[in-house]
């Protein structure tokens, strides 16, 4: 009997001691994942600051160049470099032109609609082959006023007859996803949409060295993206210092003047950028952190960051790049090139 007393009490403690191991094990790993998690997170902002040196060193390149102040996918910000080794894992850094797409908030501005504006996104909607109402219901979420736009338009009356209703903004977009709130866009017009556009202050200008092709062809009627890359290629590898050079193009001598004239009037081009968008992805001990970052750059002194997301692996674009591991043919040259930059500023090697 008291040999089967003592290995009862074994017994029980052999099982609270193995229960206890294991819960011990269970609070060790989440306190990694923890401490790794919070390691991802400063990494990526150690990046978002890496990168914003890089738009700072090329904004004192373009003080001392005689283009002036031009940005160009040959730059030394639009370089693509591979992952950097940090304890741990990798850190990857992109920058990318925001007013390389078209401006959702540029369609109203002023208290009135710029009609230029609205004619590219109407014509984006239709190279994308989307509903060409999309444009008026836009025009309705930025407005101040009730009145819908057309038969496509759609104000609050509208939205609050949804389930779940809400209503419509009237104001600037404060970023892209919320056009999914916008009468006529599903998923798939969202899909197609989302990569051409920004959602910047009224007014912010795009840059023509950098527009995507499909935007740029969307300036002009009757024009391809095909034929806008050819008209980017032109311009390669200085870019269009002036929006006139960009006009007078020898490629775009079959536009009509009526396009080239409003884009004018509308201030709807430029040749260099206020806007960035930086992605960062770190992934440490196989978890990976992705973040996304607006950058307003006003001069190589006075850089903001404006807005930080948190956005899921597959969806920061920075995959293949990972992979990759090797600079696009866009590159503009050296890393280092006049302004010692490093990845030791990553705290790698």
Not at 50 to 63: I, K, Y
Not at 192 to 212: R, Y
Not at 318 to 324: L, S
Request: charged letters at 15%; a negative charge; hydrophobic letters at 45%.
């Amino acid at each position: 009997m008291a040999l089967m007393t003592v290995l009862l009490i074994v017994a029980i403690a052999t099982t609270l001691c193995t229960a206890m191991l294991v819960m011990q094990q269970r609070a060790i790993a989440r306190t990694m994942s923890l401490l790794d998690g919070q390691q991802s997170v400063q990494y990526d902002l150690a990046a978002e600051s890496f990168a914003m040196e890089v738009l700072a060193q090329d904004a004192r390149n373009d003080a001392a160049s005689a283009m002036g102040n031009v940005d160009t996918p040959y730059e030394i910000w639009a370089q693509t470099w591979p992952p950097f080794p940090v304890d741990g894992g990798t850190v990857s850094a992109h920058i990318e032109d925001e007013q390389g797409r078209f401006n959702l908030n540029d369609i109203y501005s002023g208290g009135a609609v710029n009609q230029a504006a609205l004619a590219v996104f109407q014509r984006l909607l239709t190279e994308e082959r989307l509903d060409p109402n999309i444009a008026s219901a836009v025009v309705d979420w930025l407005d101040s006023d009730n009145t819908p736009t057309g038969s496509g338009g759609a104000e609050s009356d509208w939205y609050m007859r949804l389930d779940p209703p809400y209503r419509a903004a009237n104001r600037n977009f404060a970023a892209v996803s919320e056009l999914m709130l916008v009468r006529g866009v599903d998923a798939n017009a969202y899909h197609l949409l989302e990569p051409l556009l920004c959602a910047l202050p009224s007014g912010t200008p795009m840059n023509v060295n950098t527009l995507k092709p499909e935007v740029m062809a969307a300036l002009f009627v009757g024009f391809s993206p095909v034929q806008a890359q050819g008209v980017m290629r032109s311009g390669a590898p200085q870019g269009f210092n002036n929006i006139d050079t960009f006009l007078s193009s020898p490629l775009l001598n079959g536009v009509s003047l009526n396009d080239k004239t409003a884009l004018q009037q509308g201030n709807l081009l430029s040749v260099n950028t206020q806007y960035f968008r930086v992605s960062v992805r770190a992934v440490i001990d196989g978890q990976v952190r992705a973040m996304r970052s607006l950058i307003r750059r006003q001069s190589s002194s006075d850089l903001q960051v404006l807005r930080r997301e948190w956005v899921l692996p597959q969806a920061d674009g920075m995959a293949n790049q990972d992979a990759a591991g090797h600079n696009s043919g866009l590159s503009g040259g050296d890393l280092n090139h006049g302004g010692g930059i490093s990845a030791s500023s990553f705290g790698g090697s």
